[in-house]
């Protein structure tokens, strides 16, 4: 069994997220981020919650992201959009703490948006 199959969602999402980061994760956290750098956190935040997504349960979830020209990133299931983020969504997250938070609760809220039924989406949790 590996490590990360002992981890539960939150840690597995943070996991994602530092691996999203690479070398840049230290710098995530800083309380003055370039835009360029709260774009990466962005970028990084949402492919880490579909990277989960679809590992879990090898569950292939379709989910895709359309960058904007806003600087805003659209989430869509299929041709449905699920939501739309944009650096205000990443910007307070000041430590591993809130990113674990926030990447469970928007995880819970896509499980729940891309037609999961609930015994799929407990089990997926577990």
Same mark, same amino acid.
């Given at each position: ?5 002992? *981890? ?9 997220? =530092? ?12 309380? =003055?981020?370039?835009?360029? @750098? @709260? ?8 492919? #880490? *919650? ?12 379709? *989910? ?36 674990? @938070? ?8 896509? *499980?729940?948006?891309?037609? =999961? #039924?609930?015994?799929?989406? @407990?089990?997926?949790?577990?």
């Amino acid at each position: 069994m590996t490590l990360t199959n002992q *981890l539960n969602p939150r840690e597995k999402l943070i996991v994602n997220f =530092k691996s999203k980061c690479g070398p840049d994760y230290q710098k995530i956290f800083l309380s =003055k981020l370039s835009e360029d @750098l @709260l774009l990466l956190k962005l970028n990084c935040y949402l492919n #880490s *919650l579909i990277l989960q997504i679809n590992n879990s349960s090898n569950y292939d979830s379709n *989910l895709k992201l359309i960058y904007n020209k806003d600087n805003s990133i659209s989430m869509f299931s299929d041709i449905t959009l699920l939501n739309t983020y944009t650096i205000e969504n990443v910007v307070n997250i000041q430590n591993e703490n809130q990113l674990g @938070l926030s990447l469970f609760i928007d995880w819970g809220y896509l *499980l729940n948006n891309i037609d =999961k #039924s609930k015994k799929e989406q @407990l089990v997926l949790a577990l």
